[in-house]
């Protein structure tokens, strides 16, 4: 409709933006590579930690240093990268030599492109630096002499090969039977273009010949290669002549390093800046379907107040009302697993958390796959934060039906309390004799095999495709179920399907009881200033507002509602403004109002921002903060509170 997603499919994006994040960021924390970001000037905005053991550079130091200008040893090197990077917008395994703080020398391969905006602006400029000097080394020594050459062949763990001038291999080492998964008996004499992959084997043909030519010295690009159990990766090969002492050619010297594990980071880094312009688009569509959620809910409860209870009409509009505020409910919980909202663990019964999960899981599975629900829980709590409780359960579930191998299947979740004895307990992984809620997936798919179960917590570790997932599921489970001090198992038959258990520890305390809707909404005389850019929105608000009493002036331009107020500051008792409006956003209209006025309460509504939250708008002097949509009883209750907590305010 209309060309927007359905909520299914931005369901599937955000998760998908949420798993990329916690890569991208576990990526940058723990690589060995370095990944940084300049401007357009070549000044640092973003380095990472790595520098420090790369370079002697602190991240502190580094940061608005021009790195281009200070680091190259020799100019030439920078000015050719910075040449090939302005030309084709992309650059790949540059090699240069830079300088360490303490002036020693490394080299480098590094990755970059320009980045970006949402429309096509360039930003600057991001990469990936990987430290290769010890592969330079080795290559230097490599023409040192055919003895040291040897002994390198033989020690070193990148694959190495000596090839003919025919293309037939005539030395392979240990590296090269580990990465290729042949003897080193079934190498030698095998053709090298058997190795790559068949759609390559002609590309880089002509380098070759080039090389045995005496045209150019050596070579080196990335290739796709076949193991000898038919799977494949990629590699990065280096490749020089080696000649005898009369320049006659003798072989060539090939280096072949697995880089599989570097484009997998390289596609990470990508699609983590294609998810983070999505969650954009999400917080945005977010606050559009909640302006139209409110204007459906708000005019629902007008005509409901028009309308004769015995009318059959009033069923209708009831029936609208509670459509929307489900509608309202899935947009929340959309932004809450795109990790829109913060963190914060209190008591909650796990059980109503499990099964709305559940219910929005239903509509993301194929309805091929029967969900099972068997529950005995019925109000034991715990303590913990339900977006990460509902997270859990949506990575187990959507694991388990990907192991459906045709689509088929079924998924048995089970949630119960149990007490476990001291016996009992040790079963499990660091979990203490007591109380437990216990959450366990079953599915009938097609197992894991043995070899896999030992790094299925691993982060990055994947037996999916890239298009199917990055690997990190199960990561973020085991991280959120052990921050909840609770525990995980898993078992798997291959052919017999997986069971995951989850040990949530049961508390005594109870949630927070919720406040009860009283059948009178709150009223009363005031006058109140409203801003709302959204026309519809604006006039059913006042509507609403209007009938509970209050006088209201209705402005529809944050700017003019500005010029309204300092003309009469005393003539509004409060004032009630959207957030996202033109030319003067909700929180500076707000700010300006305090300014002229320090006592003017003022309410912010908002139907989703990345900018301001509850303890922003507090901290601006704001009274409330409400996010969009909202009943009548809800937006009264909280005027009524408002106003009399000022009033009582100046009484003291």
């Not at 990936?128 to 592969?135: A, F, G, L, N």
């Not at 508390?507 to 409203?530: H, N």
Request: glycine share 8%.
């Amino acid at each position: 409709m209309n060309g927007k997603p359905t909520y299914e499919e931005l369901l599937e994006k955000v998760k998908e933006l949420q798993k990329s994040l916690e890569s991208y960021r576990t990526l940058v924390e723990t690589s060995q590579d370095l990944f940084y970001r300049t401007d357009l000037e070549g000044k640092i905005s973003y380095i990472s930690p790595s520098v420090y053991r790369l370079s002697g550079y602190t991240v502190e130091e580094v940061i608005g240093m021009n790195m281009a200008q200070e680091v190259y040893l020799y100019p030439e090197e920078r000015n050719d990268f910075l040449a090939q990077l302005r030309a084709e917008g992309q650059i790949a395994h540059f090699e240069a030599r830079l300088k360490r703080k303490d002036g020693s020398i490394w080299w480098a391969s590094t990755n970059a492109h320009f980045y970006k905006d949402l429309e096509g602006n360039i930003l600057g400029v991001e990469g990936i630096t990987r430290d290769i000097t010890e592969r330079k080394q080795a290559e230097l020594a490599l023409q040192e002499n055919e003895t040291r050459l040897r002994t390198i062949f033989d020690l070193s763990p990148a694959g190495i090969i000596l090839v003919d001038p025919k293309g037939i291999i005539t030395y392979a080492n240990q590296g090269m039977t580990k990465m290729f998964g042949y003897t080193q008996q079934e190498l030698i004499g095998l053709p090298y273009p058997n190795l790559v992959h068949p759609y390559q084997r002609n590309i880089g043909d002509q380098r070759m010949r080039q090389l045995i030519g005496h045209e150019i010295d050596s070579v080196s690009y990335e290739r796709h290669y076949i193991r000898a159990d038919g799977t494949d990766f990629y590699g990065f090969l280096s490749g020089r002549r080696h000649e005898d002492n009369q320049g006659k050619l003798i072989s060539l010297v090939g280096i072949i390093t697995d880089i599989s594990d570097q484009k997998m980071l390289e596609e990470q880094l990508r699609q983590a800046s294609k998810m983070e312009s999505i969650g954009t688009l999400a917080g945005g569509i977010a606050h559009e379907f909640n302006n139209m959620l409110g204007i459906i809910i708000g005019n629902a409860e007008l005509a409901k107040d028009n309308i004769p209870e015995w009318s059959p009409a009033v069923h209708s509009i009831e029936e609208i009302r509670k459509a929307s505020l489900r509608a309202t409910d899935i947009v929340r919980k959309l932004l809450s697993f795109a990790r829109k909202s913060p963190s914060s663990r209190k008591p909650m019964q796990i059980r109503p958390v499990v099964e709305e999960t559940l219910d929005l899981l239903r509509k993301t599975i194929a309805t091929t796959i029967d969900i099972r629900r068997d529950f005995s829980c019925t109000t034991e709590t715990i303590l913990a934060d339900p977006t990460e409780i509902g997270q859990v359960l949506m990575n187990l579930c959507s694991n388990a039906a990907q192991a459906m191998v045709d689509g088929t299947g079924v998924i048995d979740v089970r949630l119960e309390a149990v007490h476990l004895d001291s016996h009992m307990a040790d079963r499990y992984e660091n979990i203490k004799s007591g109380d437990y809620a216990i959450l366990t997936v079953t599915d009938s798919g097609m197992g894991i095999e043995p070899s896999v179960m030992e790094r299925i917590f691993d982060p990055y570790f994947t037996t999916k495709n890239i298009d199917e997932g990055l690997g990190m599921g199960l990561a973020i489970v085991h991280g959120i179920v052990k921050k909840h001090d609770g525990t995980i198992a898993i078992k798997s038959s291959v052919g017999a399907g997986t069971t995951a258990k989850v040990l949530f520890p049961l508390i005594s305390e109870q949630p927070a009881p919720k406040s009860q809707t009283a059948d009178d909404v709150p009223s009363g005389t005031e006058r109140i200033l409203l801003v709302e850019d959204e026309a519809s929105l604006l006039g059913m608000v006042k509507q609403m507002i209007e009938r509970c009493g209050y006088e209201v002036h209705a402005e529809s331009n944050s700017v003019e509602a500005l010029k309204i107020f300092q003309e009469n500051p005393k003539g509004f008792d409060i004032v009630i403004t959207d957030m996202a409006m033109p030319h003067m956003s909700g929180d500076r209209l707000a700010s300006e109002l305090i300014r002229i006025r320090p006592d003017i309460p003022v309410i912010l509504c908002t139907g989703y921002s990345d900018r301001i939250d509850e303890k922003k708008a507090r901290a601006l002097g704001i009274k409330s903060f409400i996010m969009k949509p909202f009943s009548r009883h809800n937006l009264a209750g909280i005027v009524r509170k408002v106003l009399d907590d000022e009033k009582r305010t100046a009484q003291d």
